[in-house]
């Protein structure tokens, strides 16, 4: 299980006029997934999303807050917590001049795993992204969405029980899109946890089986994506966002 306990990110801008002044990204969010549940993170540009989803995969520590997987905490089990999770953004840099197979074979020994553990993990990994075609290119000269199931492959070579899945499927084409969400159901069946940040609320709506809304660094609502419409008297989660923030907002 993952628990998330009044989780909190405190920066500080400075205006035009030098002034400093301390914010929240992140502002007193809590909430828990268990194994096998598809969760959804819905919010604008700015909400806080990616900000949250860094701390929960220990790359951004928090300000104020826990964090637990399966009990433990980043402070003293960071690197145990570590070989449990992936993290996928969608701005994940790799290698260019590396190839597909290079990169999952580096990212298999970086884990401790066998040569032949590597090997049969590599060889399920491009099956099922459909990346076998491709796995000798060079990834500087693969398109967008062959370059962010790459993305996607590295993160499980190590077959993680946590997904941290931040914009997944943003500036993708409707092939890959679909590859990584037919990717994220069939993981969800061998009850992996998978969190799942996305600006597209209809596949939020398809695939999550609960939803956090996050708006100005806190969660407006959470729940099914049937009780969020049930109780804003809505008929799809955009609509029902919409309805929970008063309208479009001029700050976003």
Same mark, same amino acid.
């Given at each position: 299980? @993952?628990?998330v306990n009044?989780?909190?990110?405190?920066?500080?801008r400075?205006?035009?006029?030098?002034? +400093?002044?301390s914010?929240?990204?992140?502002?007193?969010?809590s909430?828990?997934?268990d194994?096998?549940e598809?969760?959804?993170i819905?919010?604008p540009?700015?909400?806080g999303?990616?900000t949250?989803l860094?701390m929960?995969?220990?790359i951004?520590?928090?300000?104020?807050?826990?964090?637990e997987?399966d009990?433990?905490?980043y402070?003293?089990?960071a690197?145990?917590?570590?070989?449990?999770?992936?993290?996928?953004?969608?701005?994940t840099?790799? $290698?260019?001049?590396?190839s597909?197979h &290079? %990169?999952l074979?580096?990212?298999?020994?970086? $884990?401790g795993?066998?040569?032949d553990?590597?090997n049969?993990?590599? +060889?399920?990994i491009?099956?099922?992204?459909n990346?076998?075609?491709i796995?000798?290119a060079?990834?500087?000269?693969?398109?967008?969405?062959?370059t962010?199931?790459?993305?996607?492959?590295?993160c %499980?070579?190590?077959?993680?029980? $946590? $997904?941290i899945?931040?914009?997944?499927?943003?500036? @993708?084409?409707?092939i890959?899109?679909?590859?990584?969400l037919d990717?994220?159901?069939e &993981?969800?069946?061998?009850?992996?946890t998978i969190?799942?940040?996305?600006?597209y609320?209809e596949?939020?709506e398809?695939?999550?089986?609960?939803?956090l809304m996050i708006?100005?660094?806190q969660?407006i &609502?959470?729940?099914?994506?049937?009780?969020?419409?049930? &109780?804003?008297?809505?008929?799809?989660?955009?609509?029902?966002?919409?309805? %929970?923030?008063g309208?479009?907002?001029?700050?976003e």
């Amino acid at each position: 299980m @993952l628990e998330v306990n009044n989780l909190k990110k405190e920066f500080t801008r400075q205006d035009k006029n030098k002034k +400093k002044t301390s914010f929240y990204a992140v502002n007193g969010v809590s909430f828990k997934a268990d194994k096998g549940e598809i969760i959804g993170i819905l919010g604008p540009n700015g909400a806080g999303k990616t900000t949250m989803l860094r701390m929960l995969a220990g790359i951004m520590e928090q300000s104020e807050g826990t964090v637990e997987i399966d009990g433990q905490n980043y402070k003293n089990n960071a690197l145990d917590i570590k070989r449990k999770i992936a993290f996928l953004s969608g701005n994940t840099k790799l $290698y260019n001049r590396l190839s597909a197979h &290079e %990169l999952l074979q580096m990212c298999g020994k970086l $884990y401790g795993m066998n040569i032949d553990d590597i090997n049969k993990r590599e +060889k399920e990994i491009l099956e099922l992204l459909n990346l076998e075609e491709i796995k000798n290119a060079k990834i500087g000269n693969l398109s967008t969405g062959q370059t962010q199931r790459v993305g996607l492959a590295r993160c %499980l070579v190590h077959d993680p029980q $946590y $997904y941290i899945l931040d914009e997944a499927t943003t500036g @993708l084409d409707i092939i890959s899109s679909q590859i990584i969400l037919d990717f994220i159901k069939e &993981e969800k069946k061998k009850d992996k946890t998978i969190l799942y940040s996305t600006h597209y609320m209809e596949e939020a709506e398809n695939i999550c089986d609960r939803v956090l809304m996050i708006n100005k660094g806190q969660v407006i &609502e959470t729940g099914t994506p049937e009780k969020i419409k049930a &109780e804003t008297n809505t008929t799809n989660l955009r609509d029902a966002f919409f309805a %929970l923030i008063g309208g479009v907002s001029n700050e976003e």
